[in-house]
């Protein structure tokens, strides 16, 4: 198993940016793949964007594309999430996710989850 623990959550403007972090241990040599997902309230959970971690190859939701930029340390073990431009419908807990068995970008099955935090995007 992958722990996960993620950072960065907070209040913003429109217009703003936020770095959120995802810090990875245990057996971290296994990851294949690992993602940000967000969930607003009253919604489900929602693929927001996902790194390779061999090939450094990216997959992105559409409506965080040319916003959002997904990348990841590997001797930190850790992914990031760079938002830029955010938006009030951007509003929601983010999680991340670690994989290990598919290294499909496309593949949404994820074996571990972090606890989320909350990004709060006002008017």
């Known amino acids: 198993q992958v722990q996960l623990v993620e950072s960065g959550g907070g209040p913003v403007q429109a217009g703003g940016s936020l770095r959120l972090s995802c810090a990875a241990s245990?057996?971290?040599?296994?990851?294949?793949?690992m993602g940000w997902f967000r969930q607003a309230s009253g919604t489900q959970r929602e693929f927001v964007a996902a790194?390779?971690?061999?090939?450094?190859?990216?997959r992105y939701e559409d409506s965080v594309k040319g916003r959002f930029t997904i990348s990841r340390d590997k001797a930190k073990n850790t992914v990031y999430l760079e938002m830029n431009s955010l938006k009030p419908e951007d509003t929601a807990v983010y999680y991340c996710?670690?994989?290990?068995?598919?290294?499909?970008?496309?593949?949404?099955?994820?074996?571990?989850w972090g606890q989320g935090t909350q990004v709060t995007v006002s008017a």
């Open positions: 790194i390779n971690w061999a090939t450094f190859g990216t």
């Open positions: 996710a670690a994989d290990t068995s598919s290294n499909s970008l496309y593949a949404l099955r994820y074996d571990s």
């Open positions: 245990g057996r971290t040599f296994s990851t294949t793949k």
